[in-house]
Structures are given as structure tokens and as C-alpha cells.
């Protein structure tokens, strides 16, 4: 399959710009090169009809979130949330660099997205975005009235290390340490710390993810080998999969999770529950947020977010 040509256009102007691999930097030099590459790849931000930065009490003190209501919304209509969990391998990213896309996400879904800063590593290791992630949707649950937010209607989700991230809440949402979800929107998710499928040896260079980028995000998160088999951080390692939420799962082809990504959307059909599996077979990992140079990113994100309000339409 050949890959997408505004993909290809975005490796062909990182090698022209001699940024060097992640992998090669130190977590503070990714967190830099990260945030100086956003003007760059991703488009304006579309207007919604709110947005507001706030906190919520955290296990190591507060969280920083960010509330956004979909354009077209009333102040006083109470809308469905989706708690939104950036990516960036639990080592950059943060409100603003998926900006972006969470406002494109309200509004094609016509929702409250809020999304979560969580403790990043090395600083913070696993399972401190679990805690984190686990604390913010306590409070929007919690606090649903107050936000003009339907409790009925939570859903998970997020992109690469944010799609792991929703992918554990909605399991610890199943066994009832976590209020009720009823969608996890898993976006090239990681879900397996072992780093053991075959596209580890598929995809060793010439783009943004590679196995030795995401070998080097893992061991920040999760040093201690041992507990990468845990399912908090690797969710496909969970014993039973069965009674999660509706999921909509998207993979990557050209993109070193992209086998465990299916494997993950293939254990929630054989566990019992109601999975939609997009496979974008020409784009590389991370092209959501790169709408500048990828249009199929927009399709892709509006994509997700018709499959959870359609959800939400179902009751």
C-alpha cells in the first residue's frame, strides 16, 4: 500500500528540516521540538461555542483540564462528554497540542469534549497518567450538573499513548472503579508494553514513530520491566476484555502499534463487545494531528466522532 501522499509530504520536510529522531533527545528537547512543530502540521482551530480551562483535585495535587462545547450549542443544554486523552507517548503532549482536534471532536460529534493534562514522565512514572486520567473522570462525573454534561452519556478516548490511557479507564470503568463510560474511542492506541509484534520489525526507520522512538517513550513510562505486563499499561494483557464499552478503534498502517492495535480490536469482538475498526492502511502514526499537510486527517477525526454521537443517538 502506498502511503499518503501529504504523509509522505510531512517525513519529506522533516528530512529536509534535519529534525532528528525523538529518540536521539532528551524528554525536554522532545517537548520543545513537539510544540515548535504544531504550526506547522495542524490546521486553524475550528471555533466552538466554549471553551474554558479549569482544574479537578489530583492524587499529587490539581489536574489541569480543558472544557470545550461544541459551536451551535446552548449554554443551558446539557451535552455528552467525552473525556479526551492526549498522546504523545506519556512523555510530551499536553492541552494544547491536541487543541485541535478536541474542537473538531466537539463539534462533529455536537459534544463537551474535555481533556486532561495529565502527569507526564519520566518525572511522573506509570501509573501516574492512570491515577490522573482515573481523577478526571471521577470529577466530570461528579460534577456533571455543574458542567452542563449528561451523566448518561460519558465516553472515553484519545490517540496513541491517550488511546491506551482511555482504553484502561474503560476496563476499570467495567469492573466499577470508575463511574460508567459507555464508548472508548481508541485512536492508534498502545496496547501493549511488551513491544513484542512483528511491526516493531517493520517500521525501524524513515518516519515519526519507530520502534526505537517507541522503545524509548516506554522505557520514561514504565522502566521497570515487569510492570509492563500489567494490563494498566498494557491493556490487551487484561484477563477479559468482556462487558467494556462500545468501542471504535483506529489503526495506522504504516505505524509500529499497528499490529496490537488490531489485536485489540480484534479481542473486544471475540470478548462480546460491539467494536467498529477503522485501518487507515496508508497513514502513519500520529497524522491526526498533521491536518495541514494530511487532509485525511479531518475525515478520519470527524469519522470518529459521527460513530460516537451516532452511538449517543442509539440511547
Given at each position: 500500500?502506498?502511503?499518503?501522499?501529504?504523509?509522505?509530504s510531512?517525513?519529506?520536510?522533516?528530512?529536509?528540516?534535519?529534525?532528528?529522531?525523538?529518540?536521539?533527545l532528551?524528554?525536554a528537547?522532545?517537548?520543545e521540538?513537539?510544540?515548535k512543530?504544531?504550526?506547522?502540521l495542524?490546521p486553524?482551530p475550528?471555533?466552538v461555542?466554549?471553551?474554558?480551562?479549569m482544574?479537578?483535585?489530583?492524587?499529587?495535587?490539581?489536574?489541569?483540564?480543558?472544557?470545550?462545547?461544541?459551536?451551535?450549542?446552548?449554554?443551558?443544554?446539557k451535552?455528552?462528554?467525552?473525556?479526551?486523552?492526549h498522546?504523545?507517548?506519556?512523555?510530551?503532549?499536553d492541552?494544547?497540542?491536541?487543541?485541535?482536534p478536541?474542537?473538531?471532536?466537539?463539534?462533529?460529534?455536537?459534544?463537551?469534549?474535555?481533556?486532561?493534562d495529565?502527569?507526564?514522565?519520566?518525572?511522573?512514572?506509570?501509573?501516574?497518567a492512570?491515577?490522573?486520567c482515573?481523577?478526571?473522570?471521577?470529577?466530570?462525573?461528579?460534577q456533571?450538573e455543574?458542567?452542563?454534561?449528561d451523566?448518561?452519556?460519558?465516553a472515553v478516548?484519545?490517540?496513541?499513548a491517550?488511546?491506551?490511557?482511555a482504553?484502561?479507564?474503560a476496563?476499570?470503568?467495567?469492573d466499577?472503579?470508575?463511574p460508567p463510560?459507555g464508548?472508548?474511542?481508541l485512536l492508534?492506541?498502545?496496547?501493549?508494553?511488551?513491544?513484542?509484534?512483528?511491526?516493531?520489525q517493520?517500521?525501524t526507520?524513515?518516519?515519526?514513530?519507530?520502534?526505537?522512538?517507541?522503545?524509548?517513550?516506554i522505557d520514561h513510562?514504565?522502566?521497570?520491566?515487569?510492570?509492563?505486563?500489567?494490563?494498566?499499561?498494557s491493556?490487551?494483557?487484561?484477563?477479559?476484555l468482556?462487558?467494556?464499552?462500545t468501542?471504535?478503534?483506529?489503526?495506522?498502517?504504516?505505524?509500529p502499534?499497528?499490529?496490537?492495535?488490531?489485536?485489540y480490536?480484534k479481542?473486544l469482538e471475540?470478548?462480546?463487545?460491539r467494536?467498529?475498526?477503522?485501518?487507515?492502511?496508508?497513514?502513519?502514526?500520529?497524522?491526526?494531528?498533521?491536518?495541514?499537510?494530511?487532509?485525511?486527517?479531518?475525515?478520519?477525526?470527524?469519522?470518529?466522532?459521527?460513530?460516537?454521537?451516532h452511538?449517543?443517538?442509539?440511547?
Amino acid at each position: 500500500m502506498p502511503i499518503d501522499p501529504g504523509a509522505q509530504s510531512v517525513l519529506d520536510l522533516i528530512r529536509q528540516l534535519g529534525r532528528p529522531p525523538i529518540h536521539t533527545l532528551t524528554p525536554a528537547e522532545a517537548r520543545e521540538a513537539s510544540a515548535k512543530s504544531r504550526a506547522i502540521l495542524q490546521p486553524e482551530p475550528a471555533e466552538v461555542a466554549e471553551v474554558e480551562d479549569m482544574e479537578c483535585p489530583g492524587p499529587r495535587g490539581p489536574i489541569r483540564l480543558r472544557r470545550y462545547r461544541a459551536a451551535g450549542t446552548s449554554a443551558a443544554e446539557k451535552l455528552p462528554c467525552l473525556l479526551y486523552l492526549h498522546g504523545g507517548g506519556w512523555v510530551i503532549g499536553d492541552l494544547d497540542s491536541h487543541d485541535q482536534p478536541c474542537r473538531t471532536l466537539a463539534n462533529a460529534a455536537r459534544c463537551c469534549v474535555i481533556a486532561v493534562d495529565y502527569r507526564m514522565a519520566p518525572e511522573h512514572l506509570y501509573p501516574a497518567a492512570v491515577e490522573d486520567c482515573a481523577a478526571a473522570l471521577r470529577f466530570v462525573a461528579a460534577q456533571a450538573e455543574a458542567l452542563r454534561l449528561d451523566p448518561a452519556r460519558l465516553a472515553v478516548g484519545g490517540d496513541s499513548a491517550g488511546g491506551n490511557l482511555a482504553a484502561v479507564l474503560a476496563i476499570m470503568s467495567r469492573d466499577g472503579s470508575l463511574p460508567p463510560v459507555g464508548f472508548q474511542m481508541l485512536l492508534y492506541p498502545a496496547c501493549d508494553m511488551a513491544a513484542e509484534y512483528p511491526a516493531y520489525q517493520r517500521f525501524t526507520e524513515g518516519l515519526i514513530l519507530t520502534d526505537k522512538t517507541m522503545r524509548w517513550f516506554i522505557d520514561h513510562y514504565v522502566p521497570e520491566k515487569a510492570r509492563r505486563y500489567e494490563w494498566q499499561a498494557s491493556p490487551l494483557r487484561a484477563a477479559s476484555l468482556a462487558g467494556t464499552a462500545t468501542a471504535y478503534v483506529m489503526t495506522a498502517g504504516y505505524d509500529p502499534l499497528v499490529d496490537e492495535g488490531i489485536a485489540y480490536a480484534k479481542r473486544l469482538e471475540a470478548d462480546g463487545v460491539r467494536v467498529t475498526h477503522v485501518h487507515m492502511a496508508d497513514q502513519i502514526h500520529a497524522f491526526l494531528t498533521m491536518g495541514k499537510f494530511i487532509p485525511a486527517s479531518d475525515l478520519a477525526l470527524r469519522h470518529a466522532a459521527l460513530s460516537l454521537a451516532h452511538h449517543w443517538a442509539q440511547g
